[in-house]
């Protein structure tokens, strides 16, 4: 079965500091994607990433930066200088087949990410 | 290029009435995806049309509930009878399947129907 844990439920920091929400998957699939959506107060789940399982290149974006690892099944989300604005929920999530197959996404429980001023 | 939208984006319903939910993918998308989310949870997948056919259907979805998209645009979710553990955010995500050799998909997320019933 799949699925995903994101054993942070909430988590605090000060504007500027850098803050990684963690990401454990679980897959018997050997092609899969995983992804990671925020979701601001208005509710609607906003893409961030998709990464392949072929792929274990970390990826960085502006403020932002992934880590994949396949020997942990982790794929850990940092952002670097957190703004007020990153305050939102985040969700990991993971989608599994290739071809043909559904591709739903399977999500965590979510990590409540509060940047204070 | 607009993004998914749904309608409508609060609804409040007695317990026992009949309610259904539009969405509007994105234009040429062929997968369309509803969720349901409750407080505190991520979002839990309900069903799956690729164009017109219903291909997945979730445990989750009793049959008090059906969804279709009759041609292959947009969708609607009925929810017949409502309890009050139906109250949740429904979602909906659009998506297209990759072109660029293998295959590739993000979902794209609208900003989903809040349902509370009293």
């Known amino acids: 079965a799949q699925k995903v844990t994101q054993a942070q439920t909430e988590i605090s920091v000060v504007e500027k500091e850098d803050v990684t929400l963690d990401c454990v998957y679980e897959?018997?699939?050997?092609?899969?994607?995983l992804f990671w959506y925020k979701q601001p107060p208005s509710g609607e789940l906003v893409f961030l990433i998709r990464?392949?399982?072929?792929?274990?290149q970390n990826e960085i974006s502006g403020r932002y930066s992934w880590n994949f690892q396949k020997s942990t099944s982790s794929f850990n989300f940092t952002i670097t200088a957190s703004q007020v604005v990153d305050s939102a929920v985040y969700f990991c999530?993971?989608?599994?087949?290739?071809?043909?197959?559904?591709?739903?996404?399977?999500f965590g429980t979510g990590t409540l990410l509060a940047v204070q001023p | 290029d607009t993004g998914v939208s749904q309608d409508p984006r609060h609804k409040i319903t007695k317990r026992g009435q009949n309610v259904t939910f539009r969405c509007d993918p994105i234009?040429?998308?062929?997968?369309l995806y509803w969720y349901r989310q409750t407080l505190g949870q991520g979002p839990e997948f309900l069903t799956y049309?690729?164009?017109?056919?219903?291909?997945?259907k979730s445990r989750l979805l009793s049959d008090r509930f059906s969804a279709e998209r009759p041609k292959g645009s947009f969708s609607t979710l009925e929810i017949q009878r409502t309890e009050q553990g139906d109250s949740a955010m429904y979602l909906c995500?659009?998506?297209?399947?990759?072109?660029?050799?293998?295959?590739?998909?993000?979902?794209?997320f609208g900003p989903g129907t809040r349902l509370l019933v009293l």
């Open positions: 999530a993971l989608s599994g087949g290739y071809g043909g197959a559904t591709n739903k996404l399977i």
């Open positions: 049309f690729q164009n017109e056919a219903q291909l997945e």
């Open positions: 234009s040429e998308h062929n997968r």
């Open positions: 990464r392949n399982s072929f792929d274990e």
């Open positions: 897959t018997r699939d050997t092609t899969y994607y």
């Open positions: 995500a659009s998506s297209s399947p990759g072109t660029s050799g293998g295959y590739q998909e993000t979902q794209y």
